[in-house]
T-cell receptor, first 111, second 111 residues
Framework: DAGVIQSPRHEVTEMGQEVTLRCKPI?????LFWYRQTMMRGLELLIY????????DSGMPEDRFSAKMPNASFSTLKIQPSEPRDSAVYFC?????????FGEGSRLTVL | TQLLEQSPQFLSIQEGENLTVYCNSS?????LQWYRQEPGEGPVLLVT?????EVKKLKRLTFQFGDARKDSSLHITAAQPGDTGLYLC???????????FGTGTRLTIIP
């Protein structure tokens, strides 16, 4: 079975540009999480969805960040405009009762 | 604010030695999970403990959930170089799925 699929794996962009990260969760999983990982702050939960509905977005840093889940098989995390402090690895994870499964992450560098 | 504190933050030991990693919180969790993360990859779930006082074993790894459901430990017996990685605990609160990660322990096993 395919795991959680994230794209792009790496993105380098300039400050002010829009960034869109994509995630395809594992089929049948009804919860989806977006995390950000940095050396300084570790793994931070940004937002999570249950049955495509955003449940808790209190971890979203500011209005520049937005996330959508238009259907059970796709989610996006958008940063507009991007800033250098947004540089991090962004992980998507999906879950069912058995546990949480992470994608390989999208490494974002904002110059 | 980090709800889950792990100690030690870094640990480097010789192959064959034993070690214990701790995960502590002032919050009570319905369950607690342990993950291992290797460079360039997402965290991989090792175990979930759900009952206060529960002990689970996974080969040379022993996981314990504290009686008060606020803390957990991971003990590795006869560490191997393949155990090298970032170990993360994560707590699930009662009533929701907001999985919050600890600060992490970076373990290095020296051959």
């Amino acid at each position: 079975d395919a795991g959680v699929i994230q794209s792009p794996r790496h993105e380098v962009t300039e400050m002010g540009q829009e960034v869109t990260l994509r995630c395809k969760p594992i089929s049948g999983h009804n919860s989806l999480f977006w995390y950000r990982q940095t050396m300084m702050r570790g793994l931070e939960l940004l937002i999570y969805f249950n049955n495509n509905v955003p449940i808790d977005d209190s971890g979203m840093p500011e209005d520049r960040f937005s996330a959508k889940m238009p259907n059970a098989s796709f989610s996006t995390l958008k940063i507009q405009p991007s800033e250098p402090r947004d540089s991090a690895v962004y992980f998507c994870a999906s879950a069912r009762v058995a546990g949480v499964f992470f994608g390989e992450g999208s490494r974002l560098t904002v110059l | 604010t980090q709800l889950l504190e792990q100690s030690p933050q870094f640990l480097s030991i010789q192959e064959g030695e034993n070690l214990t990693v701790y995960c502590n919180s002032s919050s009570v969790f319905s369950s607690l999970q342990w993950y291992r993360q290797e460079p360039g990859e997402g965290p991989v779930l090792l175990v979930t403990v759900v009952t206060g006082g529960e002990v689970k074993k996974l080969k040379r790894l022993t996981f314990q959930f504290g009686d008060a459901r606020k803390d957990s430990s991971l003990h590795i017996t006869a560490a191997q170089p393949g155990d090298t990685g970032l170990y993360l605990c994560a707590g699930v609160p009662f009533g929701n799925e907001k999985l919050t990660f600890g600060t992490g322990t970076r373990l290095t096993i020296i051959p």
